[in-house]
């Protein structure tokens, strides 16, 4: 079956949503989502969205900061551009319906994180991403140019690939068609159409056996455009949040937001010594990758499973209006947050490379942009300032509804395109060898391509991959298509391009600590 738009969103959090509402108005637009629509990374995010809004914050502060945490590798145009377009775009979300907290005198009740040297974080109590989700949920449901496809999984971009034509790796005449999805609840492959298409699928964390994202996060886009010779870049930076809760067994680990931090509280070790400051003059509000460093650092020499955050010192009742979330949750597993300090472990959180962009969020294969976490746009560098990645998202899907306005209809639809071809893959495959060898891949990330790494640790991480891809394209020749087989695929795909691109960096930088390349003026040794 075939279906033709004007415009296909892969993906329906904050990046794809807001440009799917901003298009609309010009086309048919189709928003294709592999669970429902709000079950995206965006619906957890907790802190906030970084914005400057009023002084004694600047524009060159905001920068600044952002150039700081990216340890030299941010696009410094970029970073003046997202900063500047920032305030802008947080107007449209309000207009969407989203609320942020304000004080009583109407202005922002900004939040602080760690790496900002203001107060400039909007935030919705402490489920900022799930008020944003709500609003831009509600916009697309009832648009009458948008038809939503829940429960339908992209497989593969539709290029000229698939019309049989030989496409080079880095080939700039390489186009998008559209898109293979797999319907989840029918199991048929549809071919899904388009002038121009937004690949928005969000991060990766399900690489890594604790991660603070839901399960939608393998990697798909990057995959996908990978596997059609698209450009991918900075994939070794995966950056790993301080603070989840430790509780093991619990999958997505749940996220204690750095906001806290921000609000006073203090990470102490087991023995209760606080312990960032002989890591960093700025303590626990040291950028994430100093502070995830540093805990696991702690971990590795004590032995300790986790370090605490402590907010008992803290105001109760302003603790449990700021976090309202964060005090329940704790609750239910028995920590009562005004009195108990909370035990936390880092979690990997954030991928800051993935897809190619340009500045208006064009990837490197024509007629596909890409926005959100799975883009790179130069932005973060070698490290994401907190609560610059929902900002990020919203910037660039607004430049690449722009010109995807300008440009669209230049492009018809290609109309010789083969039906998603399965003949000869007609057998399900035993569960037990996907999840098997998913939980190797996490075992192995986690192990050898985590918060420290080492030459021989990535060699042997590739090695150990290495024969799991073998394996897994074997079986995706032979079976029928199913949801965990294309997430394992992808997420090897993805995988590998991080081992590969974590070894060729010969330098720590960022989030990618090599101690084969010990960092110039690190006050400790790390494990
Ligand atoms: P997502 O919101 O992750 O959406 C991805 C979409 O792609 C989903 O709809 C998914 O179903 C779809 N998809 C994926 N693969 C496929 C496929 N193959 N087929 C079909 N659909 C597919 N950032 C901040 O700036 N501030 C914060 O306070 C903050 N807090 C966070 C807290 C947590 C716990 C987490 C996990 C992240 C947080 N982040 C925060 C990061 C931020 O939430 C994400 O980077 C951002 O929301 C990503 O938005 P997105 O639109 O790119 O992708
Ligand atoms: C948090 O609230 O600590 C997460 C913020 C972010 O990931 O940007």
Known sequence: ??????????????????????????????????????????????????????????????????????????????????????????????????????????????????????????????????????????????????????????????????????????????????????????????????????????????????????????????????????????????????????????????????????????????????????????????????????????????????????????EAKALKEHFPTIYKKCQSVGIDITRNKIPVVPAAHYLCGGIKVNNWGKTWINRLYAAGETASTGLHGANRLASNSLIEAIVFADRAAKDSIQVYKNFDHQDNIPDWNDEGTRHPEEMVLITQNFKEVQQIFTNYVGIVRSNLRLHRALVRLEIIYMETEELFKKSTLSKPLCELRNIINVGYLIIKMAQQRTESKGLHYNVDFPKAGEPLRLV
């Open 1 to 314: 079956m075939k279906k033709y738009y004007d415009f296909l969103v892969i993906g329906s959090g904050l990046a794809g949503l807001s440009y799917a509402l901003k298009v609309a108005p010009h086309g048919k637009v189709a928003i294709i989502s592999k669970t429902k629509l709000e079950e995206t990374n965006t619906s957890y995010a907790q802190g906030g969205i970084a914005a400057v809004t009023h002084k004694p914050d600047s524009y060159n502060k905001h920068i600044q900061d952002t150039l700081t945490a990216g340890d030299g590798l941010c696009d410094e145009d970029i970073v003046r551009l997202v900063v500047e377009e920032a305030p802008g775009q947080i107007d449209e979300l309000i207009r969407w319906g989203a609320q942020f907290d304000r004080e009583n005198d109407g202005r922002f009740d900004l939040a602080r994180e760690g790496g900002h040297s203001e107060h400039r974080i909007l935030h919705h109590k402490d489920n900022t991403g799930s008020e944003i989700q709500r609003a831009l949920s509600r916009q697309a449901r009832v648009h009458k140019n948008i038809d939503i496809f829940q429960e339908f999984f992209a497989v593969d971009i539709i290029t000229q690939h698939h019309l049989g034509k030989l496409v080079k790796r880095a080939h700039t005449d390489t186009e998008c068609y559209g898109v293979y999805a797999f319907d989840l609840k029918k199991h048929e492959t549809i071919t899904i159409l388009s002038r121009v298409s937004l690949i928005a699928t969000g991060g990766t964390g399900n690489l890594y056996s604790t991660t603070t994202n839901p399960p939608i996060a393998t990697g798909d886009g990057i995959a996908m455009v990978y596997r059609a010779k698209g450009t991918v870049e900075n994939m070794e930076f995966v950056q790993f949040h301080p603070t989840a809760l430790y509780h093991p067994g619990e999958r997505p680990s749940f996220l204690i937001t750095e906001a806290m931090r921000g609000f006073g509280a203090i990470l102490e070790n087991q023995r209760g010594v606080q312990f960032m400051d002989k890591y960093d003059q700025r303590g626990s509000l040291a950028p994430r990758d100093i502070v995830a460093r540093a805990i696991d650092n702690e971990l590795k020499v004590s032995g300790d499973e986790f370090v605490y955050l402590n907010c008992t010192h803290l």
